[in-house]
């Protein structure tokens, strides 16, 4: 198979902090040089390209980053994750909006406006009580699909140029969603300038993002991938915030995606919610700016894909089959960062139509259908997609209820 390093310094070219400019970064996790995860292949044997994967840390802001020098056009103009095939995800959202309906942060005949809109699942639950919604969504594939049913997409990405567009055709919005964006934008201080200036005295904007926390507490490193570009934290949130002339209000601590923030921000707010006071006192006494702390996550990184593989051998040894679950950036990360290959690990199954049938880097693990999964009976399934592993296992255990399942993160276990 061809394959292509890209050298690690074009990808190190800039030193300072995205969010606060500061050079005080030191790398806390390394990941070696890994495929872009979402970048499936349509047919097996199709080259694979190599990129530096590496978390740093700002020890000014708590950012940590993973500099890239891959054009987000790239990684996102045809994306192959929809958020509607996980009903975990499809709940989420419908509570989240039935949420900010009772509390009366978006009323009827107000414009709340998603950013990184996917394929509607979330949007689609203010369709037909006469709230005015708009999405901005820039790959093309999954913005088709919220578009069928009837949601207004601008497929673009998203920054300040674009927020002045939005603003002078539109308004400002009662209620701007930025639900898993924030972490995948290059340029994080110009979309938090985009938000900024959509923002009108009376919005409120929400952000969910996982918390830098789990990768350092719960060993979650596979959350880390390329089109992840930051990975978010209170303080580094609260410093952007305060840049562009924003409030960081008030912190959700919730469950979706193994542990996430939902930080609410406005324009004029008069005090700060306990519970994110608390979590900024949470991050600090966990030393999420400090070397000494990541050298722990490095180490039980290093641990965790080491067990990983070695149980692949075994089952391989024990002529038992491993089929994986779920082709997400999770499973890429893991796989090529523990040196899988065919040999211990041949298909992935997945619910996505968008997925099934292409193939994953860089050993090209073919992804199939659910029906597909259940003719090759496996004696092991392996669930890469950890935090919404009771979703999936129960679903697997209802059409094959011999199979041993499993997860690998935040350690390697089985499930049923």
Known sequence: MNELHIPKEQILASKSCSSCLSSNLFLGIDLGELPISNELKSISGQSTEFFPLQLFICENCSLGQAPSNILPDRLFSDYRYLSSVSSTFVAHAHDFCQEVIKKDFIKPGELVLEIACNDGYLLKNFLGSNFKILGVEPAKNVSKIAEFIGIPVIN??????????????????????????????????????????????????????????????DNQFDTIYHEHFSYLSCTSVDYLAKEFGLVLFDLDSIDIHGGSNRYWLAREISEISQGLINELASESSAGVSKKESWYVAESRKDDTL???????????????????YGAAAKASTLLNAAGVDKTLLSMICDLGSEKVGRFMPSEDFEIIDFSSLIAKNPENIIVFPWN?????????????????????????????
């Open 156 to 217: 673009e990405f998203f920054g300040a140029k674009l927020a002045r567009e939005i603003l002078s055709k539109y308004g400002y919005p009662k209620l701007i969603i930025a639900n898993n964006v924030l972490a995948h934008v290059p340029d994080i201080r110009d979309f938090m300038e985009g938000l900024s200036i959509l923002s009108g005295p009376a919005t409120k904007i929400s952000i969910e993002n996982p918390s830098i926390l789990n990768i350092l507490r």
């Open 306 to 324: 080491i067990k990983f593989a070695n149980w692949l051998q075994e089952c391989r040894l024990n002529n038992e089959t491993v089929i994986g």
């Open 388 to 416: 919404i592993a009771d979703e999936i296992s129960s679903q697997i255990s209802k059409s094959l209820p011999d199979a041993k399942i499993w997860i690998a993160i935040p350690e390697l276990k089985r499930i049923r």
